[in-house]
């Protein structure tokens, strides 16, 4: 009975919608040629953002979505569902840094959709909101914030609606007042840092705060300000211009910083690339008319994070160990060569570390559960330290001043926890202040986790995370989610997220491929997921969409298809390879033109990962990878939404709106294809009520379209 009212439900929805009268995209065929290899673009005339014809476009589009989605019913349920596993959270909260007896933290209240900031002061136990970036401009988001060592002045980081070209305002803690100094543009991942004295701040400037400009992630410099100045008068410490012996390329990121023992300058020449050259100044050197740097690591050392206390450089490196290694040199005279392992490469990747004032940490990953360690600096000795099982992460409160740290724990099916740590008793114990009020269900007692891997084409086994219902039939008739990644070496470790819990509220399945590209298995996986290597992505997804399909979990009609940002290359070769597979995909502000992508803002930045317009046998790559030259008139593609956020510099919005063109004018379906613009986000947002409303609506989209009966539109 159950098949037969899915059939029916779903036979009344195709009726009710049957025709979709997409507002016109007209066809201006461009013919490029990439090496000898011609290639025509019809919708190039979208990439026009400040073009009437085209801001028209995006609103009628937007407005036809729209009134598609508003016939789908329960929608507002999954909107209304989200804000209340939010409150069942209760409040939630960012790492705190710590100065003197006060802790510094953002927080969102359980019922708010902002975060804001807050001390505490740690001998009293009291709580007072310091804050609101609300009251400072509408639509203002607190990005990031750093604290000067007295605890007298808060640098914050602000961005709008999403977008990630912010502006730099100072708070006085004691007045709650914001001084008059205000510094922009910044990017929103680019660090900044008060100076010993607490009078100046080093931070990086872009070169253009116009988001349509192609020169917005490029020309940048690492400058200092000096408070209570204008912006105009900020001296430059690294530039391309100004330091040419830097061999600086003009889409790097000049990223400057202070050594924890306030010794020295350390300047990094940041990419999409973790592995970014290095150089070093004495702290003096502030007062110099020009820096002179000394490079202490080169991109070919393959260091992906430094620490240095006195003269010893800590390092952490891939070179010739995929997994990771962990050494120390002279900072004077380095010799990573012959520099002494202190934590030589095992089976399990380590992912990172970070210091405290006596301490060094690291993270040691299978891909599924990480582990905590520490190093005393002056034994070297190691320490596991005890937190439960999971992934578990850790942050210095105050790694100038102590040993404070903070643990975060989680995993697919337990909501983050906080954890006070000192390692010099070695005792982790549950955070006072820093964990809501949590009333959520045991989900452990509704769902099953299940961990498998998975062949590929090659034979290479794929790790696939699976999360369902405990009472679903394996017979095929389950709807299930898969999402993937695969760039960059980033890992999608297990993590309770607020939103896939009401998915699987639905009776939906949950699966994470954890595709090459990203990191789960060291440098060898994410080297596997780059430039010629780039297929295995996407096929990683289909061998772990197949499996999904094979073990009947769910079937081809039923299977949701996910891929967010660079995972837009992922989801749209797999819909464009295997358009059989996948009932519906969804593509959120993904990456689905590489071969114009590098003409953004953004894209000279992901040469690195991708490849190089300009060089002849990477053209061949990045031809394979683009999504939208494979979209073929005539086949029957999945229902697809496209998302994009119209204050996004990372992925410029005709990237996602052209996609979705070409496939509206080339699917024989009749399955519908929508572009959900989203005018108040941007690649991301803070905005929990900007992030439930469109996640209600892409959800209901989707569950319409795999035949879920909550989700059917009666017939009129």
């Not at 009212?5 to 201006?28: D, R």
């Not at 007045?175 to 929103?188: A, F, Q, R, V, Y």
């Not at 099982?389 to 409160?397: D, E, F, H, K, R």
């Amino acid at each position: 009975m159950k098949n037969v009212l899915l059939t029916s439900c779903l036979l009344i929805s195709q009726i009710t919608l049957a025709q979709y009268n997409y507002p016109k995209t007209p066809e201006k065929p461009v013919t490029d040629d990439y090496f000898g290899t011609k290639i025509t673009d019809n919708y190039q005339w979208l990439e026009d953002l400040k073009s009437p014809e085209v801001q028209m476009w995006f609103k009628a589009q937007s407005d036809y979505s729209h009134s598609i989605i508003d016939k789908i019913p329960n929608r507002d349920a999954l909107y209304k569902r989200m804000k209340q596993v939010q409150e069942m959270g209760g409040d939630s909260y960012d790492y705190a840094r710590q100065r003197g007896n006060l802790y510094f933290y953002t927080k969102t209240k359980k019922n708010e959709k902002l975060s804001k900031l807050y001390t505490r002061d740690i001998t009293t136990g009291k709580e007072s909101l310091l804050f609101d970036p609300e009251t400072y401009k509408k639509d203002a988001q607190i990005t990031n914030f750093t604290v000067d060592s007295k605890g007298n002045k808060i640098a914050l980081l602000f961005s709008k609606s999403g977008g990630e070209i912010c502006e730099l305002k100072i708070l006085d803690v004691k007045t709650g007042k914001l001084l008059e100094d205000i510094l922009n543009p910044l990017w929103s991942e680019f660090g900044f840092e008060f100076t010993s004295d607490n009078n100046s701040i080093i931070y990086t400037r872009m070169s253009t705060g116009d988001p349509n400009s192609n020169m917005l992630l490029k020309d940048m410099k690492a400058m200092l300000h000096h408070i209570g100045t204008s912006a105009d008068k900020d001296i430059v410490l690294a530039s391309k211009e100004g330091n040419p012996e830097l061999n600086m390329l003009i889409e790097q990121f000049p990223m400057i910083e202070f050594s924890d023992d306030l010794n020295y300058i350390l300047l990094n020449l940041g990419s999409t690339k973790s592995e970014s050259p290095q150089f070093y100044a004495p702290y003096s050197a502030l007062m110099d008319k020009k820096i002179t740097w000394k490079q202490i690591v080169k991109a070919s050392h393959d260091i992906t994070q430094t620490f240095i206390t006195g003269d010893q450089l800590f390092f952490l490196t891939h070179k010739n160990a995929p997994n990771y290694k962990i050494g120390v040199t002279s900072l004077s005279n380095p010799d990573f060569d012959h520099a002494k392992i202190i934590v030589p490469e095992s089976n399990s990747v380590i992912t990172s570390i970070h210091s405290s004032k006596n301490y060094l940490f690291y993270s040691l990953s299978n891909g599924i559960n990480q582990d905590k360690y520490q190093i005393d600096l002056k034994t070297l000795a190691i320490k596991k330290i005890s937190l439960p099982g999971g992934i578990n992460n850790t942050n210095a409160l105050n790694a100038r001043e102590n040993d404070n740290l903070q643990g975060y724990n989680s995993n697919w099916l337990t909501p983050g926890t906080f954890y006070d740590y000192q390692p010099e008793n070695g005792k982790a114990v549950k955070s006072k202040y820093f964990n809501g009020d949590s009333k959520y269900p045991d989900y452990n007692t509704l769902y099953e986790v299940k961990e498998v891997e998975v062949k590929s084409h090659d034979g290479t086994m794929v790790p696939l995370s699976i999360i369902y219902p405990k009472n679903i039939k394996m017979d095929g008739s389950t709807p299930a989610y898969i999402t993937g990644y695969g760039g960059y070496g980033i890992s999608n470790k297990p993590r309770f997220s607020n939103r896939l819990s009401v998915l699987l509220e639905q009776g939906v399945i949950v699966a994470v491929a954890h595709v090459r590209g990203g990191g789960e298995k060291g440098d060898n996986w994410h080297k596997d997921g780059m430039k010629a290597k780039k297929p295995n992505t996407w096929k990683d997804f289909i061998a772990c969409s197949e499996y999904l399909v094979n073990q009947k979990y769910t079937s081809p009609s039923k299977l949701i298809g996910n891929g967010a940002s660079m995972g837009g290359v992922l989801i749209g070769r797999a819909i464009t390879e295997r358009p059989d597979l996948y009932g519906v995909a969804i593509a959120e502000v993904g990456m689905t033109n590489v071969l114009r992508s590098q003409n953004s803002a953004n894209g000279a930045n992901q040469i690195p990962e991708v490849g190089n317009l300009k060089d002849a046998e990477d053209i061949k790559s990045l031809i394979e990878m683009d999504t939208q030259s494979k979209v073929k008139k005539g086949v029957k593609y999945p229902a697809v939404i496209v998302s994009t956020g119209m204050n996004d510099s990372r992925i410029t919005p005709w990237e996602p709106a052209k996609f979705a063109a070409t496939l509206q004018n080339s699917t024989s379906s009749g399955k519908p294809v929508l572009l959900y613009v989203n005018y108040e986000n941007g690649h991301f947002t803070s905005d929990l009520d900007v992030t439930f409303r469109e996640y209600s609506d892409v959800f209901a989209f989707a569950l319409w379209q795999v035949g879920h009966p909550k989700f059917q539109p009666v017939k009129k």
